[in-house]
């Protein structure tokens, strides 16, 4: 196939495609704003963020069949569990490892990820539980159906990504995470108890992955290794929005997801790659990223 | 002397393996403003910042207002009214001036208001909306002052707030450390321009090779000019 042409394309296919890719890109963008968060104040690339994604997805289903919680309590209640365990991590192993290179980091977060993933594997099998749509129904908008749920999700990612936005950059808490992110030991000599506050962004970075996995279990199916394949994408998004950024995360996000529903319409071999191919281009022109800024 | 608020006595400190400070001792009464004097690499700012907790490892004694500080962390020092402006001064560039001047976190009443603080810095208040490290160098060094009097902080650490700026606003930091002092803040200055230190400090030490050698007070200044520009290689 050559060149697209979007008028051979029916207006059903090309629009269910995009909503497709908003939906990706809506937890492309949460996924990579916990990511840049993190390494922003902790300078440790988070490789078990979809590890602790499918946790999320995981507390919610376990929530669901164990305790009937309904997803709307899991909602809030896996999240926080998660972001729990998240503290946990950073308090035992972690922050252990600030002083030495991202390497250990990296390291030290992708064999917790292999372990995650291989318990969950061995304790609940690799075929995915399915998640009943806690939003029922959709409408039909003339040129195309909308689940009414997906639509939801959307809408609750936006909602989401723009009030940890403005968390950080408008908030008091926000100025001390970006000024903790710039420098730590001032931050610290004005009384500010640095190592709670990385203690708490990571929770909540952890927190925020595990709230999109909840999002996801009714549209995915709840499998252990549901996060593997995502995270990977995650990290392409985080490296062309630009490392730490966190506008760039949210745009970038949902502007990948996009690019990749058309990609489908377009051309559909092409849609597992397009990202990495945008990723290599944006390297090639702007190596910190479209909104990074070099140091 | 004024009751004591600062007692350091036999403070060693390292940077990983050097050992930059040898057993560093001196006091500062409530009210008083005392001068690190010294060669570069003496360990004048390294005193400040083993004081602030702020060194990879210190030993020996940090006296403030009778309470021992050397087991504490740097942010707990802080909170017991102590307040640190760096040499580099530190000035968040991902934060704007107003940004800047709130976020150091109050630690005791009675610190001076926002208003106060535009009134002694005016070109701040201008240029409240700018990035924190977009103010001339000058404007930047008022910055690193002004955030931490809004603090509470009576003890105020001061490192080189005159290096690197035109003569006329180190006329003007100067007038500013007098008032200061007038409101009654505890201040020590680190500084290499001794004409500056001279005209606003009670006390001066001096310092080499990581200990203080010699105090001299402001009225002994004249009588001891030779022996300073020993010290300090003037």
Same mark, same amino acid.
């Given at each position: 196939? *050559?060149?697209?042409?979007?008028?051979?394309?029916?207006?059903?296919?090309?629009?269910?495609?995009?909503?497709?890719?908003?939906?990706?890109?809506?937890?492309?963008?949460?996924?990579? #704003?916990? #990511?840049?968060?993190?390494?922003?104040?902790?300078?440790?690339?988070?490789?078990?963020?979809?590890?602790? &994604?499918?946790?999320?997805?995981?507390?919610?289903?376990?929530?669901?069949?164990?305790?009937?919680?309904?997803?709307?309590?899991?909602?809030?209640?896996?999240?926080?569990?998660?972001?729990?365990? %998240?503290?946990?991590?950073?308090?035992?192993?972690?922050?252990?490892?600030?002083?030495?290179?991202?390497?250990?980091?990296?390291?030290?977060?992708?064999?917790?990820?292999?372990?995650?993933?291989?318990?969950?594997?061995?304790?609940?099998?690799?075929?995915?539980?399915?998640?009943?749509? !806690?939003?029922?129904? %959709?409408?039909?908008? *003339?040129?195309?159906?909308? !689940?009414?749920?997906?639509?939801?999700? +959307?809408?609750?990612?936006?909602?989401?990504? #723009?009030?940890?936005?403005?968390?950080?950059?408008?908030?008091?808490?926000?100025?001390?995470?970006?000024?903790?992110?710039?420098? !730590?030991?001032?931050?610290?000599?004005?009384?500010?108890?640095? !190592?709670?506050?990385?203690?708490?962004?990571?929770?909540?970075?952890?927190?925020?992955?595990?709230?999109?996995?909840?999002?996801?279990?009714?549209?995915?199916?709840?499998?252990?290794?549901?996060?593997?394949?995502?995270?990977?994408?995650?990290?392409?998004? +985080?490296?062309?929005?630009?490392?730490?950024?966190?506008?760039?995360?949210? +745009?970038?996000?949902?502007?990948?997801?996009?690019?990749? %529903?058309?990609?489908?319409?377009?051309?559909?071999?092409?849609?597992?790659?397009?990202?990495?191919?945008?990723?290599?281009? +944006?390297?090639?022109?702007?190596?910190?990223?479209?909104?990074?800024?070099?140091? | 002397?004024?009751?004591?608020?600062?007692?350091?006595?036999?403070?060693?400190?390292? &940077?990983?393996?050097?050992?930059?400070?040898?057993?560093?001792?001196?006091?500062?009464?409530?009210?008083?403003?005392?001068?690190?004097?010294?060669?570069?690499?003496?360990?004048?700012?390294?005193?400040?910042?083993?004081?602030?907790?702020?060194?990879?490892?210190?030993?020996?004694?940090?006296?403030? %207002?009778?309470?021992?500080?050397?087991?504490?962390?740097?942010?707990?020092?802080?909170?017991?009214?102590?307040?640190?402006?760096?040499?580099?001064?530190?000035?968040?560039?991902?934060?704007?001036?107003?940004?800047?001047?709130? #976020?150091?976190?109050?630690?005791?009443?009675?610190?001076?208001?926002?208003?106060?603080? &535009?009134?002694?810095?005016?070109?701040?208040?201008?240029?409240?909306?700018?990035?924190?490290?977009?103010?001339?160098?000058?404007?930047?060094?008022?910055?690193?002052?002004?955030?931490?009097?809004?603090?509470?902080?009576?003890?105020?650490?001061?490192?080189?707030?005159?290096?690197?700026?035109?003569?006329?606003?180190?006329?003007?930091?100067?007038?500013?450390?007098?008032?200061?002092?007038?409101?009654?803040?505890?201040?020590?200055?680190?500084?290499?321009?001794?004409?500056?230190?001279?005209?606003?400090?009670?006390?001066?030490?001096?310092?080499?090779?990581?200990?203080?050698?010699?105090?001299?007070?402001?009225?002994?200044?004249?009588?001891?000019?030779?022996?300073?520009?020993?010290?300090?290689?003037?």
């Amino acid at each position: 196939m *050559g060149a697209c042409n979007i008028f051979e394309v029916s207006t059903q296919l090309l629009f269910s495609q995009l909503l497709l890719g908003l939906i990706n890109g809506a937890f492309y963008a949460m996924l990579s #704003l916990g #990511l840049a968060v993190i390494f922003g104040m902790l300078n440790v690339i988070n490789f078990t963020h979809g590890a602790q &994604y499918m946790m999320g997805a995981f507390a919610a289903w376990l929530m669901l069949t164990e305790l009937h919680i309904p997803f709307w309590g899991a909602l809030v209640l896996a999240p926080i569990v998660v972001g729990l365990f %998240g503290i946990v991590i950073e308090r035992l192993m972690l922050k252990r490892i600030y002083h030495l290179d991202h390497l250990y980091g990296f390291l030290l977060t992708f064999g917790l990820a292999q372990i995650i993933e291989g318990l969950f594997q061995w304790n609940w099998g690799s075929s995915g539980a399915p998640y009943q749509s !806690p939003i029922p129904g %959709g409408y039909n908008l *003339g040129f195309m159906f909308l !689940p009414a749920y997906r639509g939801f999700v +959307v809408v609750a990612a936006l909602v989401i990504c #723009l009030a940890t936005w403005y968390a950080i950059e408008r908030t008091r808490l926000g100025a001390y995470l970006r000024a903790a992110t710039e420098n !730590p030991t001032l931050v610290r000599a004005f009384g500010i108890n640095v !190592p709670r506050l990385i203690t708490l962004t990571y929770g909540l970075g952890v927190g925020l992955a595990a709230l999109a996995g909840v999002l996801a279990a009714p549209i995915q199916q709840v499998s252990a290794l549901m996060g593997t394949n995502l995270v990977l994408v995650v990290f392409a998004v +985080v490296v062309i929005g630009g490392m730490g950024s966190i506008m760039g995360s949210i +745009v970038t996000g949902f502007g990948l997801g996009l690019v990749e %529903g058309f990609t489908k319409v377009c051309y559909p071999p092409g849609s597992n790659t397009v990202i990495f191919v945008v990723m290599a281009l +944006v390297l090639l022109v702007k190596p910190a990223g479209l909104f990074g800024q070099t140091k | 002397m004024a009751e004591t608020l600062l007692k350091v006595d036999g403070l060693q400190a390292w &940077y990983g393996e050097s050992h930059i400070l040898h057993g560093v001792g001196f006091e500062i009464g409530r009210g008083e403003l005392v001068t690190l004097l010294g060669r570069n690499g003496a360990g004048k700012t390294t005193t400040l910042k083993a004081v602030m907790g702020i060194v990879e490892r210190r030993t020996g004694s940090v006296k403030l %207002g009778g309470r021992e500080t050397i087991r504490d962390a740097s942010n707990a020092i802080a909170r017991q009214g102590i307040a640190y402006c760096p040499e580099e001064r530190g000035i968040f560039s991902s934060l704007n001036v107003e940004e800047n001047m709130l #976020l150091p976190p109050q630690v005791k009443a009675g610190g001076m208001s926002l208003d106060e603080i &535009y009134q002694l810095f005016p070109n701040l208040k201008e240029r409240r909306r700018s990035q924190g490290t977009k103010l001339s160098g000058g404007e930047q060094q008022m910055l690193a002052i002004g955030r931490i009097l809004r603090t509470g902080a009576d003890m105020l650490l001061l490192d080189e707030p005159t290096e690197g700026l035109a003569p006329v606003i180190v006329q003007r930091i100067g007038e500013v450390i007098r008032t200061l002092k007038s409101r009654g803040f505890t201040i020590l200055l680190v500084e290499q321009n001794f004409r500056f230190a001279a005209t606003v400090a009670d006390r001066h030490y001096v310092m080499e090779d990581g200990r203080v050698v010699d105090m001299i007070a402001a009225g002994d200044v004249q009588a001891n000019v030779g022996k300073l520009q020993a010290y300090l290689g003037v």
